[in-house]
């Protein structure tokens, strides 16, 4: 329908602000940090309702397209995914989009959202869209303006101008500031200024007309992405070459901080953009003594901490005001105060060649997923998790065998010619070089240990030969 306003949801971030939850295999838009649902789930269920949404165009990047379409599933949502060949920041993605948007309905409405944004009251949120919508038909670009309830300095600030005469309740855009110190943040409480929340409504056409007006090479790049864009499994591929042209450069860079047509609309939805464990933190329950907890944990005289420690056990005593977050592969401990400059430390971890830096020791894969438990100079031990209906690769391996212990579920397993059912507490062999498939053919998830021994162990050590997910060989 022509009035339907088309979701654009960007889901490319990283998110090293929530490391070591959030890394760049498994980003904070995917995890689950207040219940059932991640963020992205959350994200596309707010915008659900038929009578008012259509259907929503998710960008991501390749990497993270199958884990966007596990979840999608997961919730019974649909939507159209276009993939990122690089990441270029919200701008490209956005323009691509739009595009999209432009194609099905010439005039048609576009909402950015980003997928790892929290709103706590939804029904607030769909008001302020339909509130925005009479500006956005007008052909302003409209922001949604949170009204602060503290003077934050992790945002970005809108100072509003007079009410637009053709758009109420929407104002005109005076400025956009960048995020300030203390001081400055109080003063702009004071005066009235609203906090960026980075989300957008729009006549697509209007916004790829100021996007080509600020940045033409850009938007003939993107414009070229998506004319020669492929489709494959279902999603949307940009075109590589044409994309990579397009400058890197964040909506607010390329269109917002220029364009004379920036309206915004006073909001207060309960909305955080989850920029680091503090965040988390004001978002969850606490205990009398301020403290928020998830898994496994103990206090004893302890005072306003964050603790996630879901496998092992946490025991904190006479401390206040920390964040201690305990994965598998890494233990972060640091001051909440503290918990935003996170960054820094990740890159320090990256400069020192770490892989927890990025990699979870859980991997995710289009079938399932895998995790190291143990390694040693010629060998490597894995939990392997196969989804009912999925099978791997047909690979071989040039260094090293392959050694399967079912504990769940029946496996069929494919080595050269042969073709066999393996069932719990059966093994099975795979020689060096050996033509092998793994398979769930069963309707419970198929878990099983594999020990792997070899010269090299590493993931590149593999000749995909057929693959239902036309992967690259260590994708």
């Known amino acids: 329908m022509a009035d339907l306003i088309r979701p654009v949801i960007l889901c490319g971030g990283a998110g090293t602000r929530l490391w070591p939850a959030s890394r760049d295999s498994l980003p904070k838009q995917f995890l689950k940090l207040f219940g059932p649902l991640s963020t992205l789930q959350e994200t596309v269920k707010r915008v659900a309702d038929p009578a008012v949404f259509g259907r929503p165009i998710v960008v991501t990047h390749r990497d993270y397209r199958f884990l966007v379409l596990e979840q999608l599933i997961e919730i019974g949502s649909m939507a159209e995914i276009v993939l990122e060949p690089v990441r270029h920041d919200s701008g490209p993605a956005v323009a691509a989009a739009s595009h999209l948007v432009v194609a099905g309905e010439p005039k048609g409405l576009a909402l950015v959202l980003a997928a790892d944004h929290v709103v706590k009251k939804p029904d607030l949120f769909i008001a302020a869209v339909r509130m925005a919508r009479a500006a956005a038909q007008a052909g302003h670009i409209v922001t949604f303006g949170l009204k602060p309830d503290h003077p934050a300095t992790a945002y970005g600030y809108i100072r509003p101008g007079p009410m637009l005469p053709d758009a ?85 860079y390329a269109v917002m901080e220029k364009t004379r047509r920036a309206a915004v609309v006073p909001a207060d939805y309960g909305w955080s953009d989850l920029g680091g464990w503090n965040a988390v933190w004001a978002l969850s329950p606490r205990d009398a003594e301020d403290n928020a ?183």
């Not at 960026?196 to 090479?217: C, V």
């Open 168 to 252: 109420e309740p929407a104002h005109a855009v005076e400025a956009f500031v960048e995020k300030p110190d203390a001081k400055t943040a109080e003063r702009y409480v004071e005066q009235g200024y609203l906090w960026n929340s980075g989300n957008f409504l729009f006549r697509a056409d209007i916004f790829l007309a100021e996007y080509a007006a600020f940045e033409p090479a850009s938007a003939k790049a993107v414009a070229r992405a998506v004319a020669n864009a492929t489709t494959d499994l279902g999603f949307r591929l940009l075109d590589a070459e044409a994309f990579a042209a397009a400058e890197r450069k964040s909506v607010d």
């Open 293 to 475: 907890t998830r898994g496994q944990v103990v206090l004893i005289d302890a005072r306003a901490n964050m603790i996630v420690s879901e496998q092992k056990l946490a025991a904190l005593l006479g401390v206040e005001n920390l964040v201690v977050i305990v994965e598998d592969d890494a233990v972060l401990v640091a001051h909440r105060d503290r918990a935003e400059d996170l960054k820094l430390l990740v890159g320090r971890l990256r400069e020192s060649g770490r892989s927890e830096a990025d990699k979870h020791s859980r991997i995710h894969r289009p079938w399932g997923f895998y995790q190291n438990f143990d390694r040693g100079e010629r060998f490597l031990v894995k939990r392997i998790s196969v989804k009912p209906g999925g099978r791997l690769s047909l690979q071989q391996h040039a260094h090293r065998a392959e050694h399967w212990v079912v504990v769940r579920g029946t496996a069929r397993v494919t080595i050269g010619e042969e073709v066999r059912m393996v069932h719990e507490n059966e093994s099975v062999y795979v020689p060096i070089g050996g033509v092998h498939r793994l398979e769930n053919p069963g309707k419970i998830p198929l878990e099983l240990i594999e020990v792997q021994t070899g010269s090299y162990l590493d993931e590149d050590d593999i000749v995909r030969l057929d693959d239902d997910y036309r992967r690259n060989s260590d994708d």
